[in-house]
């Protein structure tokens, strides 16, 4: 089936360090989003993004986060600079449509150090 | 706000006895869409159950869930569990069409271990 893929798997970064996570998303894909798994806890949205625009993010896509998707190359998410509390799994997800089947990638854990 | 509760962290089954995995959800929207995915070891969280029409059975691939607005529930059912059905299983809650774009709400995940 179609594949989203994210790279790197895993990332350890020190603290105050700049990071940025990858993703490959469905190739025909239009809408694209982040969501965000600390350990123990469920996977929340972060933002979504579509037409070169983040379309809506929550409270936890803080002023620290970007998104971007330049000339339809990966779909980054970076940190700048990063902090302890954003040690997670990012997953990476995409859609062709607003409201049709989200696919997701395998995640890339980050570790804050 | 909007929220999915999957009361069981852990589920272990013994191989062929029925499955049955808790889903409820609190919502603001009267037509919310409930999806089950599965995520499999090392593998991405996949679709494995979509619905939005109350009181009707969806299945696919062997299980089946029901949504029922009137309890507020989306229970994921098997009638016999297979050894590769280990796996953590995600319930999950989206608004109506025209709501926000295609926010996914995620409950916290049950892990289904089936023991031969």
């Known amino acids: 089936g179609p594949k989203v893929l994210q790279i790197p798997s895993h990332q350890i970064i020190d603290m105050g360090q700049m990071v940025t996570l990858n993703c490959d998303p469905v190739?025909?894909?239009?809408?694209f989003y982040w969501y965000k798994q600390i350990l123990g806890q469920q996977m929340e949205f972060l933002v979504n993004f579509y037409n070169g625009k983040v379309m809506e993010k929550s409270k936890l896509f803080k002023d620290q986060f970007s998104v971007e998707r330049p000339d339809g190359s990966y779909f980054t998410l970076k940190i700048q600079p990063t902090a302890l509390e954003d040690s997670a799994v990012y997953f990476c997800?995409?859609?062709?449509?607003?409201?049709?089947?989200?696919?997701f990638g395998k995640g890339t854990r980050l570790t804050v150090v | 706000g909007d929220s999915v509760t999957q009361t069981e962290g852990l589920v272990t089954l013994t191989e062929g006895l029925p499955v049955m995995l808790n889903c409820t959800y609190q919502t603001i929207y009267s037509n919310p869409f409930l999806f089950w995915y599965v995520q499999h070891l090392n593998e991405s969280p996949r679709l494995l159950l979509k619905?939005?029409?109350?009181?009707k059975r969806t299945e696919h691939q062997g299980f089946h869930a029901t949504l029922h607005k009137s309890s507020s529930s989306f229970h994921l059912q098997k009638s016999s569990a297979q050894l590769s059905d280990s796996a953590l299983y995600y319930c999950?809650?989206?608004?109506?069409?025209?709501?926000?774009?295609?926010?996914?709400?995620f409950g916290i995940g049950t892990l289904l271990s089936v023991k031969p």
């Open positions: 619905s939005f029409t109350d009181n």
């Open positions: 190739s025909n894909h239009l809408y």
């Open positions: 999950a809650l989206r608004g109506e069409e025209g709501s926000s774009g295609n926010k996914l709400i």
């Open positions: 997800a995409s859609s062709l449509a607003r409201n049709t089947e989200v696919f």
